[in-house]
């Protein structure tokens, strides 16, 4: 993503653009396997918004960066509809989510690419597992210092942004138990987790070279913190999420996520404090997002206790509505966000979809789910006073809700 706009400044929010890159599986559907096709469709496409990843079975999209979040929706519908325009005749559909159901390892093939097979003689069976798809969001973020300090300083809210895209429950045809299987597989690589704090973007950048000179990892490219600042970009990376098969998921994690980046960029040019939290607890904060989704407990970053995921998303949201109002985004995020946490994740749909009609339903239904690109649900009905007094009361419905069933369904 790049972007020529004005600096980042607490008196300039309304500036700051965002965009996101999404992974979708390419799927057979015929057998509803994955298939090693991505290149039939990367020659087709326009190269300045797709391209190839790692496994040949990934295709990768790149948005434009937006200021207004309906723009961003249009141009990541767009971009879906192009690649299933080209997949359709060629038999295949595309599948936004985290793992798909069904995969054979053994059939997969990695992009012939230096650097990539550099990569699979050096990690071996991470790169034959490597059949995941995630989606990243890029937040301008021009002064590096201050990319450094922020990336550091929104860490103990991902897990939330995680539960929301949870939508990996299955791996090789087995049921986990996990809302988010692909942050397990994601994690086993070196430089992944949480970032810690360093005091400037040269402390940051020596540790990032000592890595690379360690041999452990190849280039800065395989930096995969939960956030970055990204090396070739004046942005602030998340990478915790999975690949969201609803749209309106993934506009609303690049809401969220763009809001917590100006509050904590204000902060830190007011020179506040970050919420003081231990990496382990941001760890363990991390895994349980990943084992319960939206349908059980996570931690409170405040207090290191669980909580319900329905009342930690509602805390984040009405913590970030200054950032938010700045931006014109409140309406439309705190609409998406009571819409998710109704709809519950999308792990919790597929293990349904599976409990009725097995396993390639589900790839049916994700297929079907990545295909509805209609944006009809930016418009705006009602008038924005009457969505303001209804829309408080909605959340707070949804999330006694879902405090009422996760105190049954929350895992060990």
């Given at each position: 993503?790049?972007?020529?706009?004005?600096?980042?400044?607490?008196?300039?929010?309304e500036?700051?653009?965002?965009?996101?890159?999404?992974?979708?599986?390419?799927?057979?559907?015929?057998t509803?396997?994955?298939?090693?096709?991505?290149?039939?469709?990367v020659?087709?496409?326009?190269?300045?918004?797709?391209?190839?990843?790692?496994?040949?079975?990934?295709?990768?999209?790149?948005?434009?960066?937006?200021?207004?979040?309906?723009?961003?929706?249009?141009?990541?519908?767009?971009?879906?509809?192009?690649?299933?325009?080209?997949?359709?005749?060629?038999?295949?559909?595309?599948?936004?989510?985290?793992?798909?159901?069904?995969a054979?390892?053994?059939?997969?093939?990695?992009?012939?690419?230096?650097r990539?097979?550099?990569?699979?003689?050096?990690?071996?069976?991470?790169?034959?597992?490597?059949?995941?798809?995630?989606?990243?969001?890029?937040?301008d973020?021009?002064?590096?210092?201050?990319?450094?300090?922020?990336?550091?300083?929104?860490?103990?809210?991902?897990?939330?942004?995680?539960?929301?895209?949870?939508?990996?429950?299955?791996?090789?045809?087995?049921?986990?138990?996990?809302?988010?299987?692909?942050?397990?597989?994601?994690?086993r690589?070196?430089?992944?987790?949480?970032?810690?704090?360093?005091?400037?973007?040269?402390?940051?950048?020596?540790?990032?070279?000592?890595?690379?000179?360690?041999?452990?990892?190849?280039?800065?490219?395989m930096?995969?913190?939960?956030?970055?600042?990204?090396?070739?970009?004046?942005?602030?990376?998340?990478?915790?999420?999975?690949?969201?098969?609803?749209?309106?998921?993934?506009?609303?994690?690049?809401?969220?996520?763009r809001?917590?980046?100006?509050?904590?960029?204000?902060?830190?040019?007011?020179?506040?404090?970050?919420?003081?939290?231990?990496?382990?607890?941001?760890?363990?904060?991390?895994?349980?997002?990943?084992r319960?989704?939206?349908?059980?407990?996570?931690?409170?970053?405040?207090?290191?206790?669980?909580?319900?995921?329905?009342?930690?998303?509602?805390?984040?949201?009405?913590?970030?509505?200054?950032?938010?109002?700045?931006?014109?985004?409140?309406?439309?995020?705190?609409?998406?966000t009571?819409?998710?946490?109704?709809?519950?994740?999308?792990?919790?749909?597929?293990r349904?979809?599976?409990?009725?009609?097995?396993?390639?339903?589900?790839?049916?239904?994700?297929?079907?789910?990545?295909?509805?690109?209609?944006?009809?649900?930016?418009?705006?009905?009602?008038?924005?006073?009457?969505?303001?007094?209804?829309?408080?009361?909605?959340?707070?419905?949804?999330?006694?809700?879902?405090?009422?069933?996760?105190?049954?369904?929350?895992?060990?």
């Open positions: 993503m790049k972007s020529d706009g004005p600096s980042l400044t607490p008196e300039r929010p500036s700051v653009a965002v965009g996101v890159e999404e992974e979708f599986h390419l799927v057979d559907l015929g509803r396997r994955l298939t090693a096709q991505a290149g039939r469709l020659e087709q496409l326009p190269a300045a918004s797709f391209g190839s990843e790692l496994q040949q079975s990934v295709l990768e999209a790149n948005s434009l960066p937006w200021v207004r979040l309906a723009d961003l929706a249009e141009d990541v519908a767009s971009l879906r509809r192009a690649a299933i325009a080209v997949a359709l005749p060629l038999g295949l559909g595309l599948v936004a989510a985290g793992t798909v159901p069904i054979d390892p053994d059939l997969l093939k990695i992009t012939p690419d230096a990539y097979e550099h990569m699979q003689g050096e990690y071996r069976m991470l790169v034959r597992e490597q059949l995941i798809c995630g989606v990243q969001v890029h937040v973020v021009p002064d590096r210092d201050l990319a450094v300090a922020v990336s550091h300083r929104v860490a103990p809210w991902l897990p939330a942004l995680l539960a929301l895209s949870a939508s990996s429950p299955f791996w090789l045809g087995v049921d986990t138990g996990y809302a988010s299987y692909r942050t397990l597989i994601w994690r690589w070196p430089t992944t987790g949480t970032l810690g704090g360093f005091e400037s973007a040269a402390a940051y950048d020596r540790t990032v070279a000592d890595l690379v000179r360690s041999g452990v990892i190849s280039d800065p490219g930096i995969y913190f939960d956030v970055r600042p990204s090396d070739h970009l004046p942005t602030v990376e998340l990478r915790v999420c999975d690949a969201c098969p609803c749209l309106p998921d993934v506009v609303l994690l690049a809401g969220l996520f809001s917590l980046v100006i509050r904590e960029t204000a902060a830190a040019i007011a020179g506040r404090p970050p919420l003081p939290v231990r990496p382990e607890l941001l760890d363990a904060a991390m895994w349980r997002a990943a319960s989704g939206l349908e059980g407990n996570l931690v409170d970053p405040v207090t290191a206790s669980p909580v319900p995921a329905g009342l930690l998303v509602g805390q984040l949201l009405t913590g970030l509505r200054p950032a938010l109002e700045s931006t014109g985004d409140w309406e439309l995020v705190a609409d998406l009571a819409s998710a946490v109704a709809r519950g994740s999308s792990a919790a749909r597929q349904a979809v599976c409990a009725r009609r097995g396993l390639p339903a589900v790839i049916d239904a994700l297929v079907a789910e990545t295909r509805a690109t209609s944006t009809e649900w930016l418009a705006v009905p009602e008038p924005p006073a009457a969505q303001s007094a209804r829309r408080p009361a909605l959340l707070a419905r949804l999330i006694s809700r879902r405090t009422r069933g996760a105190g049954r369904r929350a895992p060990d």
